[in-house]
Structures are given as structure tokens and as C-alpha cells.
């Protein structure tokens, strides 16, 4: 067992149907500590960069609009952003979270109980979580600056915009 980090995004579609709640609900009982938290209205650029290593699949614009929040034609649709720590936390998340096909997730995970295809076969699986140590800290850095968090879980250096504290680049 190893102390980890990871990224977990809840999407448009979790928000806009009221099931956050549901979903955070369902992270606690897992023994998770939450270091950090906030709604974000995602940028185009901050979606692209996420996104990135899907960047050749034919569904990646499709993929922007919807974390965006644009498939609903919702302009004000966020994402909530949470940074967990905890024991082998990304495989505790993932498990919870279920396949990314709604349809072929467990019906007891997060994606089997709240997610879906539509009917024009876009996947709306409520719940982003990072897939392996080094894509957690990519992420965590994508989506939260050090101060944002409640305690140091990457390097950092101090930076003279503010007094605040950046994270230190590899």
C-alpha cells in the first residue's frame, strides 16, 4: 500500500442533475481525506490540455463540449474539482467510479448508478478520476495551484506573484 493522490472531476451532467452530493457521499465512506476542492468553469484550453492524449480519437470534440458543460447548451456549467489522498487512492476511486461506459459499469459504482448514453451515443459518465500515479500529478497540477490545497503533496517553489506558492516543474 502506497499514500497517493488523485484527481476526481465531477462533470456537467452530475451537477446539472443534482448528484454531487451522491457521489462525494460515496467517496467519504471509502476512508478518503479530501485536500482540496472548488468549482470550475472549464476553459477550452484547460479542457484540451486534460484531455490531451485523446487528442487523435474521433470523439475528442465531443469530449471538450462535454466537460465544458456545452452539450446542454448550459453556459454557466462547471465541474467540480476534488484532490483525495489516501492508501492506494486512484484503484479505491476507479473501483468506486466503475467502467467509463455507463453501460458496462457495475450498477452499484458511481458511472452504473448515475451515468448514461444518450441517444445520440454521447457518454455522459459523471465522474473523472485519474488513471495511474504520474496522470494523477499531471492533473492535480492542471487543475489546482499548491495554495489550494491543505497541505504540500507535490514540490513547490515560491514565486513572487502574490507570495504564493507554484509547483516546482520536473
Given at each position: ?63 471538450i463540449k462535454y ?46 448508478a448515475y451515468g ?55
Amino acid at each position: 500500500m502506497s499514500l497517493q493522490q488523485t484527481l476526481v472531476l465531477i462533470k456537467p451532467d452530475a451537477l446539472q442533475r443534482g448528484v454531487a452530493g451522491h457521489i462525494i457521499n460515496r467517496l467519504a465512506h471509502a476512508h478518503l481525506r479530501m485536500v482540496g476542492a472548488k468549482v470550475v468553469k472549464v476553459s477550452e484550453k484547460l479542457a484540451r490540455e486534460h484531455y490531451k492524449s485523446l487528442s487523435d480519437k474521433p470523439f475528442f470534440e465531443e469530449l471538450i463540449k462535454y466537460i465544458r458543460g456545452r452539450l446542454h447548451g448550459e453556459e454557466h456549467s462547471g465541474v467540480l474539482a476534488i484532490v483525495y489522498q489516501g492508501e492506494d487512492v486512484i484503484a479505491k476511486v476507479r473501483e468506486i467510479a466503475g467502467a467509463t461506459n455507463p453501460e458496462q459499469a457495475h450498477p452499484k459504482s458511481l458511472r452504473g448508478a448515475y451515468g448514461r448514453v444518450t441517444t445520440k451515443g454521447q457518454i455522459e459518465n459523471v465522474i473523472h478520476a485519474s488513471s495511474d500515479p504520474q496522470e494523477a500529478e499531471r492533473e492535480i497540477k492542471l487543475w489546482f495551484s499548491p495554495y489550494e490545497l491543505t497541505h504540500v503533496i507535490f514540490p513547490v517553489k515560491s514565486v513572487s506573484r502574490n507570495g504564493k506558492k507554484d509547483w516546482r516543474l520536473k
